[in-house]
C-alpha cells in the first residue's frame, strides 16, 4: 500500500520533470523559428506570471498544475540560452559555460532548501519568491 503524501510527492515530481522536457522540446523549436533571444524573452515572463499563480493558490491540484506550467516556461528558457551563450563564447571555454549551466538549477534548488529550511520565518511561498528574481534581471538585460 502506497500513502497518500508519498504518492503526491512523487506525481509533484514527475509533473515537473515531464513539464521540464516538453518546454525543452517546445523551446528548442521556437528559439529556430522566431530567434533565441526572443524565446529567451517569453520565458521569463511566463515564468514570472506562473510562480505568482501559483504562490497564491491554496489547493495543492492547482499548485501542482501552475508550477508544471512553470517548468514549461523554464524548458522554453535552456535551449535557446545555452545555445546562445555557447554561440557567443570562445572556444576554449565552452566547457566551462555548459558546467555553469548545468549545476547552477542544483545550486539554486539547494540554496532555495537551505533558505526555507534555516530561516522559517520567510516561509516556502516567499522563498519561491526569489525564483523570479532572475527572471526580472534577465528582462532587464535584454
Known sequence: ????????????????????CVGGAVGGLFGDRIGRRRSIITGPIFQIIMTTIALNCYSVM?????????KIAFG???PSAQ???LESCPAAK???VKVVFGYSGCAGAVFGAFVGRYY????WRNVQLLVTFPCYLALFTF
Open 76 to 78: 522554453i528558457i535552456m
Open 62 to 70: 492547482w499548485y501542482v498544475l501552475f508550477q508544471a506550467l512553470n
Open 94 to 96: 565552452r566547457f566551462l
Open 120 to 123: 522559517e520565518y520567510y516561509g
Open 1 to 20: 500500500v502506497v500513502s497518500t503524501q508519498s504518492t503526491g510527492a512523487s506525481g509533484y515530481l514527475l509533473s515537473n520533470r515531464m513539464a521540464f
Open 83 to 85: 545555445s546562445l551563450a
